[in-house]
């Protein structure tokens, strides 16, 4: 069964030091949404895109998160720099993107980071 | 906003008892309601969907009927096992068209302990 595949699956790093996480959706798969997850609460979305392109980055913290989708496959999410409030799990997602109620969103198994 | 509202956890149960775990939403139009699950140390599994009012999702025992007068989408399972142990999320997305379909907005999530 195709999965969504991320890397690193744990990342402990200083503040002030630049992350990067990477994801690979399921084959054919034209949404992709990175979510970020802290400890005790449900995933609140980061951004989402559609191909290569950002759809919703609303709730992206752009003055030090940067997100792209560069050939519309793969993606890369990065934070520099960190912050302590930044420790979460980063789960990425992906799905066919055909804008269907029956669309469904597949997780990969997240990245786990720990800023101290 | 949209926002999803699960019954306080932890829940912890004997095995083969009844399951129910409170879920409400609010949203405008008839979002699509979803149930995920999260084992530990793994991503999040979708167990189970319904995208119209008085649809009934099921899958692996579990249950939930989409309730648009109540706002609702409650879980239940009847006879629960110590392998259901995992944290349930509750979560829906909009039907309607724009920026925002296909975002996931998730309930803060519900700790389910079963012991044998």
């Known amino acids: 069964e195709a999965e969504v595949a991320q890397s690193p699956r744990y990342k402990i790093t200083e503040k002030s030091q630049a992350v990067a996480f990477w994801c690979d959706p399921i084959s054919g798969h034209a949404t992709l949404y990175w979510y970020r997850q802290i400890l005790g609460q449900g995933p609140e979305l980061l951004v989402q895109f559609q191909d290569e392109s950002v759809v919703d980055d609303s709730q992206l913290p752009k003055d030090r998160f940067s997100a792209e989708r560069l050939k519309g496959v793969d993606s890369t999410l990065k934070i520099q720099p960190a912050e302590l409030g930044d420790s979460a799990m980063y789960l990425c997602a992906s799905s066919l993107g055909l804008g269907l109620s029956t669309d469904t969103q597949y997780f990969g198994p997240g990245t786990r980071l720990t800023v101290l | 906003g949209n926002s999803v509202t699960q019954m306080e956890g932890p829940v912890t149960l004997s095995e083969e008892a009844f399951l129910t775990i409170n879920c409400t939403y609010t949203a405008t139009g008839y979002p699509s309601l979803f149930w995920y699950v999260q084992y530990p140390g793994e991503g999040l599994q979708l167990l189970l969907k319904a995208t119209k009012a008085d649809d009934k999702g099921s899958n692996k025992g579990f249950e939930a009927t989409y309730r648009k007068e109540t706002t609702s989408f409650h879980l239940e399972k009847g006879s629960v096992q110590v392998s259901d142990s995992a944290v349930y999320f509750c979560?829906?997305?909009?039907?309607?068209?724009?920026?925002?379909?296909?975002?996931?907005?998730f309930g803060q999530g519900t700790i389910l302990t079963v012991h044998p």
């Open positions: 979560a829906l997305t909009p039907n309607a068209g724009g920026t925002s379909y296909g975002k996931l907005t």
